[in-house]
Nanobody, 126 residues
Framework: QLQLVESGGGLVQPGGSLRLSCAAS????????IGWFRQGPGKEREGVSC????????YYPDSVKGRFTISRDNAKNTMYLEMNSLKPEDTAVYYC???????????????????WGQGTQVTVSV
């Protein structure tokens, strides 16, 4: 059974940091494009980072560039999202995702992905 299981969410103060993890089972994560998405209250799901399957490049929207870092540990079959300098507007449910193929900036589109984690809540507040 193909599965993605997330962990690492929680409550953090503005300016703080969190690292989200997403462990894959039933398939090898390094064969796939991977991405992190978030959905805040009353908002649409948006991509916050991704690694393409075509050439392994990383993409970030301007809203998180310089603060968020996506990575992958192939030996552990796990992907990560390191989040620094967190802001209240980063509050959302965060999802990891894996897709068979994507290239370029399209990897920030949720429609490019086949498998999704269950989501983990990140709250940035004093």
């Amino acid at each position: 059974q193909l599965q993605l299981v997330e962990s690492g969410g929680g409550l953090v103060q503005p300016g703080g940091s969190l690292r989200l993890s997403c462990a894959a089972s039933g398939f090898r994560l390094d064969y796939y494009a991977i991405g992190w998405f978030r959905q805040g209250p009353g908002k649409e799901r948006e991509g916050v980072s991704c690694i393409t399957s075509s050439d392994g490049r990383k993409y970030y929207p301007d809203s998180v560039k310089g603060r968020f870092t996506i990575s992958r540990d192939n030996a552990k079959n796990t992907m990560y999202l390191e989040m620094n300098s967190l802001k209240p507007e980063d509050t959302a449910v965060y999802y990891c995702a894996a897709g068979t193929y994507t290239a370029g900036w399209r990897c920030l589109r949720s429609s490019e992905y086949d498998y999704w984690g269950q989501g983990t809540q990140v709250t940035v507040s004093v």
